[in-house]
């Protein structure tokens, strides 16, 4: 069943169907709908994907407008509201400390430092790293923002993006050259973006970095777009050490992903 049509099914069925509470459902369900839209939708859109009756719908987002969760724009559209911004801030925090003992396991397998990171905006944040128990290994601040073109994890998140898209967040961004190696024009980045869906990863090889090499997925179905990565000094991080470490990271992205998708035990 299509997301869409499972987020239908489940903000239409009742409290008994689902175990929970209906009006809570299908309010996260609308947040959910306004995110997929790119934050600001109409009630009658907001209608038609969900299936819910107008004044149902009218309802939910008057009280997720006084509780700042929503808020209505001049032209009577609905947009995501600021007190969100807390929340994510906080399960982005707390995203890095469940991946943690995922990335450990990548060191363990692997030999090299385990980054994951998030696409905030225009730019990638890092979220939680384990370094390599080498003495020569990489460090990455977590909090530390990046740009895209220049990252393995950047690619890796973009990958799957329009071109038109793209091409938009490098006009606002720019793409300045953090090495000589740094691809530096839309094409050339377009162009390493099929690369990683072609081969399943994307590599940034010593574009960041002089000296380092890194090898990024993406983690599939996460609850926001999310990339692990190993980083390491070229010299150890070659074509040879590349097949195996890819499929390492790829079974450690999908571990990870169900992990995520867990609800947990129940309350």
Not at 8 to 36: H, W
Not at 74 to 81: A, I
Not at 235 to 249: H, M, Q, S, W
Request: charge should be neutral; charged fraction near 20%.
């Amino acid at each position: 069943m299509p997301p869409s049509d499972e987020r239908k099914s489940s903000a239409s069925a009742g409290p008994a169907a689902t175990g929970g509470v209906q009006s809570l459902e299908r309010a996260f369900d609308l947040l959910e709908r306004m995110a997929d839209a790119g934050g600001e939708v109409g009630l009658s859109e907001l209608s038609a994907a969900s299936g819910l009756p107008l004044p149902t719908i009218h309802r939910l987002m008057r009280t997720l407008v006084a509780c700042g969760y929503v808020r209505q724009q001049p032209n009577r559209r609905y947009s995501l509201g600021p007190r969100l911004i807390r929340l994510g801030e906080s399960a982005a925090r707390l995203l890095g400390t469940w991946a943690r003992p995922y990335l450990a396991r990548l060191v363990d397998e692997t030999g090299e430092t385990a980054n994951m990171a998030l696409l905030d905006g225009d730019e990638i944040v890092y979220v939680a790293q384990v370094p390599s128990k080498h003495s020569m290994r990489m460090f990455t601040e977590v909090g530390r923002r990046v740009l895209p073109h220049s990252t393995g994890v950047g690619k890796a998140l973009l990958a799957h993006t329009s071109d038109n898209e793209v091409r938009a967040l490098l006009a606002r961004t720019g793409m300045p050259a953090a090495t000589d190696k740094t691809i530096t024009t839309p094409e050339g980045f377009l162009a390493a973006l099929s690369e990683v869906r072609r081969l399943g990863y994307a590599v940034d090889d010593n574009e960041q970095e002089i000296g380092v090499r890194c090898l990024a997925v993406t983690v599939p179905d996460s609850p926001t777009a999310a990339a692990i990565s190993i980083s390491g000094p070229a010299g150890r991080v070659t074509d040879i050490a590349t097949e195996r470490i890819v499929p390492v990271l790829q079974q450690v992205a999908r571990d990870l992903s169900k992990a995520l998708a867990s609800s947990g035990p129940a309350v």
